[in-house]
């Protein structure tokens, strides 16, 4: 599912890369990350953990840190990796 | 505070919290707490502030671990008799968890030392036994505004109460008003005292500095926690500051510099 909302130009969003880490640790990263931008900010999580996919928007909806804006997963990989992101609340 | 992979992981379960996070964690670490005592009640407290991450530890005791003192006292164990409570906790606390800065008290708190001792404290933690060193310790947090947390255990039965000078909440003193000259015999080794219930103390203890430094949920101000575990009762027991008290009232004073505690050595009989 594609729910495209709003972003920011490329440059203001941030990344962090997350494969290879498996639940909680991919919230944990995503969290702290979130902790240090300001509302309307945008993230880009790259993850290969696929129940991160549900994990980690479930996480920051309860938490009312951030709103998932897109999951896509990234083409042409052996494994499956996907770019979710998030805008902070 | 940036924190390390391997301190992301340790505390992984309590920075998934709303209540904690990152943030949170960070200020557990950055932060200073004093314990005194390392019986019954310090060490289900020790065990879980250091396990939390609290940054810096300083910890207050006199006493050498005893053969009696092993079914309640749990950060001391069989190997550690006749050492001293501090360098036993040391040895445990410091595996438990490096990021922990413990530093060590081996002397009693007297009212010519308290605040020397105690300055610099985010948060006290009393887990004497004896009530004239908690009295001392209310007396020396009330006068220089140190939140703080006493308990108290005996039998199957314990006690509790978190005090907030700068919010003006009930004191120790508000409650129990003067105890000098309090028959001090009754103790846990006249009594008798089940090693569980210092176990919930002490974790409570634990628990309203954790809850104090985070700014979360609501402490156990203004009320005394009571707990029988023999009746299953977990009662809160409302108390109200007395204005005129004077530790901490609006006129209070240094009482540690005028009163006698009369601390002397505990009743507990050492081999």
Same mark, same amino acid.
């Given at each position: 599912m594609i729910l495209v909302i709003a972003v920011k130009k490329k440059s203001d969003i941030k990344n962090i890369d997350i494969r290879g880490k498996v639940c909680p640790m991919t919230f944990v990263h995503t969290k702290i990350n979130l902790e240090k931008m300001e509302a309307g900010d945008i993230i880009d999580v790259i993850l290969d953990f696929a129940p991160a996919l549900d994990n980690i928007p479930k996480s920051c909806e309860t938490q009312e840190l951030a709103q998932l804006i897109s999951i896509k997963e990234i083409p042409n990989k052996e494994k499956k990796e996907w770019i979710m992101r998030l805008k902070k609340l | 505070m940036d924190l390390s992979e391997e301190q992301l992981i340790r505390y992984s379960r309590q920075i998934i919290l709303k209540e904690v996070g990152g943030i949170g964690q960070s200020k557990l670490l950055e932060s200073r707490i004093t314990l005194i005592g390392l019986g019954a009640l310090g060490s289900p407290a020790a065990y879980y502030l250091t396990a939390a991450g609290i940054g810096n530890l300083k910890i207050i005791d006199f006493d050498v671990v005893d053969l009696s003192n092993l079914h309640r006292q #749990?950060?001391?164990?069989?190997?550690?008799?006749?050492?001293?409570k501090t360098s036993s906790a040391l040895r445990k606390l410091s595996e438990l968890n490096p990021d922990c800065n413990i530093e060590l008290v081996k002397d009693r708190i007297t009212a010519k030392n308290s605040k020397e001792l105690l300055k610099d404290s985010d948060f006290v933690i009393e887990g004497s036994d004896n009530i004239a060193t908690k009295m001392l310790v209310n007396d020396t947090c009330s006068y220089m505004n140190i939140p703080f947390v006493i308990a108290g255990v005996l039998r199957f039965q314990g006690q509790i109460i978190t005090v907030i000078p700068e919010e003006k909440t009930a004191c120790y003193r508000c409650v129990f008003?003067?105890? @000098?000259?309090?028959?001090? @015999?009754? @103790?846990c080794s006249q009594a008798g005292v089940i090693g569980l219930i210092p176990a919930i103390l002490g974790s409570l203890e634990a628990s309203e500095a954790i809850k104090y430094l985070l700014n979360i949920g609501d402490l156990l101000i203004n009320q005394i926690l009571y707990i029988d575990l023999s009746q299953n009762r977990f009662d809160s027991i409302k108390v109200v500051r007395n204005?005129?008290?004077?530790?901490?009232?609006?006129?209070?004073?240094d009482l540690a510099n005028k009163?006698?505690?009369? #601390?002397?050595? @505990?009743c507990e009989e050492k081999i």
């Open positions: - | #749990i950060l001391h164990f069989t190997n550690d008799l006749g050492q001293t008003g003067d105890v @000098s000259g309090v028959d001090n @015999s009754m @103790s204005n005129n008290c004077l530790a901490c009232g609006d006129n209070k004073e009163l006698n505690y009369d #601390i002397g050595d @505990s």
